[in-house]
């Protein structure tokens, strides 16, 4: 069974400072990565989603995939107090019957930016 | 773009109570999905269906039923609540059936479940 582990548990970072999350998994056949953010109270919203080795960027998010190295990684560019929240590490791999691949989430991490 | 409703927002139930929970998308999406988000736990698969009438359980679907009553719509029941449970029960969908790899899930708001 697949295992997604997130550190550090909680962060807190200045306004304008990077803020690196990490996210490790235990299957590295798994080729389906995404980070959400979920605000206090509200739904999940996905921020990148990145398939294969290298980098993905979207907008101020960038995701760097391993997958030698069984590791994800979210950098958050000049973040703002509007970005704290807890981020989301899901993690999926098709499975043989070609039916939707399950998400497997880590536990998140709270991301606390202050001005 | 599309919304995911959830309803209710917040549910109170007694133990033993039987409680349903309901989610309607209008992104036309082929497969929705029902997980439970624990403190402590992340979220958890409890079901997931990819076309109306379909019904595939996840990880915790023991305690669960499920019904895809049409496309757009995804209901789940809680068949005995559990005294003292605490949990929000998050729906999502995604576009396509069996070659979904690469289709996004979005998120309703959640529905929180408090059983005294």
């Known amino acids: 069974q697949q295992k997604v582990q997130q550190s550090p548990e909680s962060l807190t970072v200045s306004e304008g400072a990077m803020a690196s999350l990490n996210c490790t998994f235990s299957d590295g056949t798994s080729n389906n990565f995404r980070w959400y953010r979920q605000h206090s109270a509200k739904g999940l919203e996905v921020l990148v989603s990145i398939f294969s080795d290298g980098e993905k960027e979207e907008g101020r998010f960038t995701a760097h995939l391993n997958r030698a190295n069984l590791h994800v990684s979210l950098h958050i560019r000049e973040p703002q107090p509007s970005d704290s929240a807890v981020y989301l590490c899901?993690?999926?791999?098709?499975?043989?019957?070609?039916?939707?691949?399950?998400?497997?989430f880590g536990l998140g991490t709270t991301l606390q930016v202050q001005p | 773009g599309g919304i995911i409703t959830q309803t209710p927002k917040f549910l109170i139930g007694q133990e033993g109570q039987k409680l349903t929970l309901k989610c309607q998308q209008n992104?036309?999406?082929?497969?929705m999905y029902w997980y439970r988000q624990d403190s402590g736990k992340g979220l958890r698969l409890i079901y997931y269906?990819?076309?109306?009438?379909?019904?595939q359980k996840g990880d915790l679907s023991e305690g669960y039923d499920a019904s895809r009553e049409k496309k757009s719509s995804f209901s789940l029941t809680v068949t005995s609540a559990q005294k003292n449970e605490m949990a929000v029960f998050l729906c999502?969908?995604?576009?396509?059936?069996?070659?979904?790899?690469?289709?996004?899930?979005?998120f309703g708001p959640g529905t929180r479940l408090t059983v005294l």
């Open positions: 269906s990819i076309t109306e009438n379909d019904l």
């Open positions: 899901a993690v999926s791999m098709r499975q043989s019957t070609g039916n939707t691949g399950k998400l497997i």
């Open positions: 999502a969908s995604s576009i396509g059936t069996g070659g979904a790899l690469y289709a996004e899930q979005f």
């Open positions: 992104f036309n999406h082929d497969t």
